[in-house]
């Protein structure tokens, strides 16, 4: 995200992106801080970029690239990438109708939890009612998903 965006812009559910960012960045960064000098705006970002950028994961799964930034859950702020991918997040998404499909590397079924696809989330409908109108990204033919 670059500066003009986080001074201006607004989430889908109408929070402005500064709010948020402040939120996440004194939860990681404790102090005061100056929203109203710019300079001091920029500072706080590349911080905070710099942060998640060197943040060791220990995570065993890996998106696909195509999947790079996409919403934790639907309606979600967070973006998922491999950087901030977390097991928690990746469980999140394997919950979901045909959840594999997002993932190139997943751990072996012996060594990590595996996700509960028995109850979908009430509001995604359920596989067998997604019609050809309604397809998701990953299920064309020229795509295989990763059996585990």
């Known amino acids: ?4 965006t986080l001074t201006r812009g607004v989430s889908g559910k109408g929070e402005r992106y500064l709010e948020v960012f402040l939120r996440a960045y004194t939860a990681i960064f404790p102090g ?28 065993r799964y890996r998106l696909h690239e195509c999947y790079e930034n996409i919403p934790l859950q639907e309606g979600s702020d967070i973006l998922i990438n491999n950087q901030n991918l977390t097991d928690a ?4 998404l394997l919950n979901q109708p045909n959840g594999v499909r997002y993932f190139a590397e997943m751990p072996q079924p012996g060594n990590a939890p595996v996700a ?4 979908p989330p009430a509001d995604v409908p359920h596989p067998a009612h997604v019609n050809e109108d309604t397809q998701l990204l990953g299920e064309s033919e020229d795509l295989e998903p990763n059996q585990p």
């Not at 995200?1 to 003009?4: F, G, L, N, V």
């Not at 509960?116 to 109850?119: A, E, G, L």
Request: hydrophobic share 30%.
């Open 89 to 92: 997040y990746a469980l999140i």
């Open 116 to 119: 509960d696809n028995t109850n």
């Open 1 to 4: 995200m670059d500066i003009a």
């Open 32 to 59: 005061p801080l100056n929203p109203q000098c710019p300079r001091c705006l920029n500072q706080y970002l590349q911080q905070y970029k710099n942060y998640i950028t060197t943040m060791e994961t220990t995570c």
